[in-house]
């Protein structure tokens, strides 16, 4: 069965403090693995990826994908308090895109 | 573009009666998504269209569950009759999965999300 686990569940920091969220999947026909923020509203895209090894940034985010080890990660550097949200991992496969359940990140001012 | 369009952005019902929750995928986009996202299960994709034919169902819980893609610009997701246990967020995302990047190398846009009271 396809699926996609994340971890932590959850997550308090203090300003300033790096933060890694981990997200393994086991997906048919793997195509990409993507992470999403979402606050009290829809999820808003981050990152896609699709080959092992290359980090994708944007600002104080970055994710890197390893597709050997069927695994991805999200740091976070110099975390901010509007950072606090639940950040959502999702693996596209045949013809499905499956979802973990976040980590929901709180940063403390 | 506007984005995805939901409606409406809040209902609350009454066990027993037909809800009907409303999509505008963004304009160009030959895939549409309908997701239900609640604290236990989290984002459950409930089922999928490809150029407003319905590709994949599975999700669907059950036959109380019904949607539409009547053309490329509007889908609706029906719950007849409704129970307490869909209380929910509902969300529709679309994405483009054109011959250029094929399945699953384009990001899904999501809507603002319905959020379904069922008293």
């Known amino acids: 069965e396809d699926k996609v686990v994340q971890s932590p569940l959850s997550l308090v920091v203090h300003e300033g403090d790096t933060v890694t969220l981990n997200c393994s999947y086991e997906?048919?026909?793997?195509?990409?693995l993507l992470w999403y923020k979402q606050e009290k509203k829809a999820p808003t895209f981050l990152f896609m990826l699709?080959?092992?090894?290359i980090e994708k940034k944007s600002g104080r985010l970055s994710s890197i994908l390893d597709k050997k080890e069927l695994f991805s990660i999200l740091n976070i550097t110099a975390t901010q308090t509007g950072d606090s949200a639940v950040y959502l991992c999702?693996?596209?496969?045949?013809?499905?895109?499956?979802f973990g359940t976040g980590t929901r990140l709180k940063v403390l001012a | 573009d506007a984005g995805v369009i939901q409606s409406p952005r809040h209902e609350v019902t009454e066990m027993g009666q037909e809800v009907t929750l409303r999509c505008k995928p963004i304009?160009?986009?030959?895939?549409l998504f309908w997701y239900r996202q609640t604290m236990m299960r989290g984002l459950e994709l409930l089922i999928y269209?490809?150029?407003?034919?319905?590709?994949?169902d599975s999700g669907m819980p059950e036959d109380r569950f019904s949607a539409k893609m009547p053309n490329a610009s509007f889908s609706t997701l029906k719950i007849q009759p409704s129970e307490p246990r869909d209380s929910a967020v509902y969300f529709c995302?679309?994405?483009?999965?054109?011959?250029?990047?094929?399945?699953?190398?384009?990001?899904?846009?999501f809507g603002p999300g319905t959020r379904l009271t069922v008293l």
């Open positions: 999702a693996s596209s496969g045949t013809y499905k895109y499956i």
């Open positions: 997906v048919t026909n793997f195509r990409s």
């Open positions: 699709t080959s092992s090894g």
């Open positions: 304009s160009g986009h030959d895939y």
């Open positions: 269209f490809n150029n407003n034919v319905p590709i994949d």
């Open positions: 995302a679309s994405t483009f999965n054109g011959l250029a990047g094929g399945w699953g190398t384009d990001t899904q846009y």
